[in-house]
């Protein structure tokens, strides 16, 4: 495949401008797919940011074509996966004509399961409200019509409904061989698909879940590929770090309690007293809990290994845990091979047994029986077997993590010697300046290059960054945002999108701009985060085209409203992590052992990407404007703010009101003229 001919493809008078009537050639797009051409000839890594409106979709896809080899290519969200499959790649195979199978690959836990679908339906004790036993006989209707499965294609059922995990399997409770449906399972048709398929789309969940599987011995979920792609590629390095890993939950546990026991009943009554099996399990998870109760009262709910209260007293309640598991486990395995239930439960008992054992180590001592103490000059080596455990604790649940502290070696190492790597997203780099990615991945032999997005910032959008407003940590702040942002709502007659940086000031802000709409009479569609699913929020923002969106962090990306549906984006405060997540606080304090600034070294660069990823919202085309408000005066008057607002879009700038109300009055008087 020579240069020449993708230049063909990407011309004024070429398959994708004939195909497609909105088509324009773009420069950078047409850079872009030259360069991973040449990554995909030299098996190399190719790290590439493209700004919004470069095109990166089709600058991947069109050298995948025409490869010729097996391609994989891995999005963010599962949103982009279905967008991708449902719609770029039929698009462009019908543009370029050509024979290209491809094929959608989930976690498991997007698959209707046959097994535990028919297990509620014969024991509806397991549907918790009148809603449920609706959404059952829905899912029963399209377990027998469908032909893979995929929840996402059964729109009277939420995506996220509580239902969902009681009839889809997980890696635990799955019989493999020994289910009585194996020949209709829906995860095995989508991998024998994935298997013969000449380009397949996953998700990062997935390729991090088949990495981590990898790491531990077990067969690969994922076909091997000559090429990968990883579109919104800078969500790697946190999905990563959450995949290798390990988490258990009191839930997990009482679960299991259940399962022991309605199994035990059911198909092996003689063997002994199971509804005691059971109880001994959920009353050691109880145990444990009660534990861990006075982690409620601490910041953010959570307290690492070290930091847990009366750490005695928990280590007990574990090791108690511990052997009743293992006790639970020696039983049901015994009656293991009567039924597949008993199979599912002595399967799962031995993998949270498994996980809490090693969630445990090394103990408060520092001896750790799962390896042999060994100390490492090497810093570097140090950060890599190092992990963070922490208890979170809330109302209703208990959980135990445990995540490294660095990922790079066990991901950089997983490119295969023949295989091309290319990782593209519009928010890589800090100011062009790659290497805290790069460090974060390991992936230090990797070619960087970037292409700025072709819209005109400058006339399209404007930030205003407000003098008058108090710092963020002022108990007035919340208020004197919401003041400083009316006059712009109700000068805007477009869309506004109200990005936060926690839960609790979206509920604080949605309150205040309830409170002054009433009072001023401001007849505008107010939604907030959690009041229903991102996808509904999102649906009837771009519908009503004048509404005020108040969301936090899984609104700061993947969001693509073009138009006037969204004419101005107020961001609250800087995005700096929460100090209370124990992985940035573990992984900030080996940095300052290690004589490193922290601040500069991490914090600074995952807030300038998250605000790159957050102010993108706002111009998606040509044909878009907007105003991008920062509540956060730090960003100007801090001598570090320099490097946040210079990795944003090239806007227009400034610091008073006037000029903001002037620049909407123009451009929606241009739209309406």
Known sequence: MLLQELSDIFAPDGPLAQAEPGYRPRRAQQELAQAIQETLQNHATLIAEAGTGTGKTWAYL???????????VSTGTRTLQDQLFRRDLPRLRKALGLPITVALLKGRGNYVCHYHLERLSADDRGLRSRAEIGQLRHIQVFAQQSSHGDKSDLAEVPEDADIWGRVTSTRENCL?????????????????????????????????ADLALREEGVTELLPTAEMVVFDEAHQL??????????SVSSHQLLDLARATEAAGLAHAREATNW??????????????????????????????????????????????????????????????EKHPDLAAAAKTCLDLRAKLFQWSQPDRQGRNALKPAAASADGHAALEGAAVRWVEQSQHHMRLHSAPLSVSRVFSRFRGKDQAWVLTSATLSVNGDFGHFLRQLGLWDAATMRWESPFDYAEQGLLYVPKDLPLPSDQRFNECFVDTLMPLIKASTGGVLVLCTTLRAVDRIAELFEERFE?????????????????????????KGDAVLVGSASFWEGIDVPGDALTLVAIDKLPFAPPDDPVLEARLNLCRSEGGNPFMEYQLPEAAIALKQGAGRLIRSEADWGVLMVGDRRMVEKPYGKLLWRGLAPFART????PVLEFLRRKQGAGAG
């Open 519 to 543: 009072d001023e009479g401001v007849d505008r569609l107010l939604l907030r985060q959690g009041e229903t699913s991102r996808r509904v929020l999102l649906e009837r923002f771009r519908s």
């Open 275 to 336: 509804s005691e099996a059971g109880k001994q399990i959920e009353q050691a998870a109880r145990n444990l809990r009660l534990a861990a109760a006075a982690i409620e009262r601490m910041p953010g709910r959570k307290a690492t290994f070290q930091t847990i209260p009366d750490p005695e007293q928990f280590d007990a309640a574990l090791a108690d845990l511990l052997g009743v598991l293992d006790k639970s486990a020696r039983l049901l395995d015994v009656v293991s």
């Open 655 to 658: 610091r008073e009101p006037a």
């Open 237 to 246: 390095p946190d999905i990563a770090t959450r995949f290798l890993g390990t």
């Open 62 to 72: 069109v050298p995948a074509f025409l490869s010729g080899g097996k391609v994989l």
């Open 176 to 208: 493999g061989q020994d289910c009585p449906h194996v020949r209709d399972c829906f995860v095995l048709k989508a991998r024998r698909k994935a298997q013969d398929a000449d380009l397949v789309v996953v998700n990062h969940a997935l390729f991090m």
